[in-house]
């Protein structure tokens, strides 16, 4: 069986399309609810890199069709034994050897990366959210991935929210926040506000659970934090940010951002929720939740949904979130291995 693989260009407007087209067939067989990728924001992806990794993406063609997809997302800052594998397979194409052969493709390339460690991603099965396949996970372990940590996506309806219960949310909240002003902000951040910023995400990256994968902690200053935020424009996503200042100190203590990509109307993805370490207990994460959530609403009328990604070991936020009315959507288990 002949299996080519090409590196797929942003520029190639046939390859992106097959490249959708391949995502589109995994997603209606593996992942029904999910969001849908269009061309531009596979484009954006692919050719618009962030300032602490590369991405590579390759299509796997047998006899002139693709047959499956691969996305390296490659650090290059931190973790530089590391690289993200993400593998895609088409329904039609699957139990024929296809899969092993683009895991191999894979190897060699982070060999030649000088990578150590192989890190991906596949459904998994939690109580009350069942998987709508284990495909993905038997194939890891065929392969001799360990599991390292299970995240759930959780979405929020917009069309059945709860206004009064946000503004019950919201008014506890207040009651134990004295001293704390919000501050609601669009892209680009404000100037005053990103040594802050950039503190504040370095904190969720020591912060955020890892279970037993091998990751280092991001170094974030303020310029990398702009790189970030241009790359992001450069993607055509959008951020809706809302932070709680200390008015004592005159400093940003805590920060929660949406991302809403340009070409996809109806979705939101919530990205960030921190509160810095000498600030907590105070409720400030879901005061900020609620007070963001109105600002992206009144910005962005037309989205129906949000998604949001918490480790399942990571109760707290995960108990504010379904506060919000964020309810479970798909179970994901992160695996590794040593190459």
């Not at 299996?3 to 407007?13: K, P």
């Not at 590579?56 to 993200?84: C, K, S």
């Not at 450069?234 to 200042?245: F, K, L, N, S």
């Not at 409720?283 to 990604?309: C, S, Y």
């Amino acid at each position: 069986m002949q299996l080519d693989f090409t590196r797929v260009s942003g520029d190639d407007h046939a390859a992106i399309d097959a490249w959708c087209d391949v995502m589109r067939q995994v997603r209606d067989h593996d992942l029904p609810l999910w969001r849908d990728t269009t061309p531009d924001m596979a484009r954006g992806f692919l050719t618009v890199t962030f300032p602490d990794q590369d991405v590579e993406g390759y299509l796997a063609w047998r006899a002139g069709q693709p047959v499956g997809r691969i996305v390296f997302e490659i650090p290059t800052m931190e973790n530089l034994d590391n690289i993200h594998l993400d593998l895609w397979v088409a329904p039609s194409a699957r139990r024929q050897g296809i899969g092993r052969r683009m895991h191999e493709f894979a190897l060699r390339r982070a060999a030649e990366l000088g990578r150590k460690r192989m890190l991906g991603w596949t459904l998994w099965d939690l109580p009350g959210i069942p998987a709508p396949n284990l495909d993905g996970a038997r194939f890891a372990e065929s392969l001799g991935y360990s599991t390292a940590l299970v995240d759930v996506v959780r979405r929020l309806d917009l069309s059945a929210v709860d206004d009064a219960a946000l503004d019950a949310v919201a008014a506890a909240a207040r009651s134990k926040a004295d001293g704390y002003r919000l501050v609601s902000w669009t892209d680009p951040h404000p100037a005053e506000h990103v040594h802050d910023l950039a503190r504040l995400f370095a904190r969720l990256t020591a912060d955020a659970p890892h279970g037993s994968l091998q990751l280092e902690e991001a170094r974030v200053d303020p310029d990398r934090m702009l790189a970030f935020q241009a790359a992001n424009r450069a993607r055509d996503q959008i951020g809706y940010h809302t932070g709680a200042v200390h008015e004592a100190s005159g400093r940003m203590v805590a920060w929660t951002a949406f991302s809403k990509d340009g070409t996809l109307d109806w979705h939101a993805f919530q990205q960030i929720t921190v509160v810095d370490p000498d600030h907590r207990g105070r409720r400030l994460g879901a005061l900020i939740k609620v007070e963001n959530l109105r600002h992206l609403r009144a910005a962005q009328p037309g989205i129906r949904a949000i998604d949001t990604f918490n480790a399942d070991e990571n109760r707290y936020m995960i108990s504010i979130n379904e506060e919000l009315g964020f309810r479970p959507l798909y179970a994901f288990q992160n695996w590794q291995r040593e190459i």
